[in-house]
């Protein structure tokens, strides 16, 4: 019994080392690197020759790059909007020149 709670206390924390590597990679990867990474998995998945325990895993790894990318943007879109502050501290409208 013993032996078994142990057994278990180091599944747990492998796990959770797992899960930090995981994340610490997400986090390293750039914002092209997630979307490419994304179409691989959209790739793989539509081929439909995945087993399913692997097709869970793509799926979870992929909503996890997803919301990635988003917190990416959302943090590009603040900081452009702190670059459009007026000198009163008031937002800024400016026309967006592409050339």
Request: proline share 2%; no cysteine; glycine share 8%.
């Amino acid at each position: 019994m013993l032996n078994e709670h142990v057994g278990n206390g180091k599944l747990k924390m492998e796990n959770e080392k797992l899960k930090k590597e995981k994340s610490d990679r997400k986090a390293k990867l750039s914002f092209e690197q997630v979307t490419e990474r994304i179409e691989a998995i959209v790739r793989l998945l539509e081929k439909g020759d995945a087993p399913l325990d692997q097709s869970l895993a793509l799926f979870e790894e992929g909503a996890g790059l997803i919301k990635a990318a988003g917190k990416m943007l959302d943090k590009a879109e603040q900081k452009v909007v702190q670059l459009q502050k007026g000198e009163d501290g008031e937002p800024k409208e400016s026309v967006f020149d592409d050339e």
